[in-house]
């Protein structure tokens, strides 16, 4: 079992940078694949940005592509995801996931730890 806490959500002005942070707690999840997903009020949780386990894989949403960077520090048990040139469209709860498996993926259902979600808010 892995347990997830996410930081670092808060209120920025558009154009502005946030850093998210994802602890892990429990069974080392060195070896979990991390995922970063998204639900905005009356929307479906959307995919965000993904790692593989060794962090040298990523993946991007097309929306937050040269904008945010996802990154993980193993001997921390903490993922994050830098963000910069925020827009009032990423205004949203932010989560932070993991899989067991060592391979990235998109799609939130194949995702085995959820964390409780940070609320990030972007004023134009």
């Known amino acids: 079992q892995v347990q997830l806490v996410e930081s670092g959500g808060g209120l920025v002005q558009a154009g502005g940078s946030l850093r998210l942070s994802c602890a892990a707690s429990?069974?080392?999840?060195?070896?979990?694949?991390v995922g970063w997903f998204r639900q905005a009020p009356g929307k479906e949780r959307e995919f965000v940005a993904t790692i593989s386990w060794s962090g040298t894989s990523t993946y991007y949403a097309d929306s937050v592509k040269g904008r945010f960077t996802i990154t993980r520090d193993n001997a921390k048990n903490t993922a994050y995801l830098q963000m910069n040139s925020l827009k009032p469209e990423d205004t949203a709860v932010y989560y932070c996931a993991a899989r067991a498996s060592t391979y990235y993926a998109t799609g939130p259902n194949v995702y085995d730890y959820w964390g409780q979600g940070t609320q990030v808010t972007v004023s134009s």
């Open positions: 429990g069974r080392t999840f060195s070896r979990n694949a």
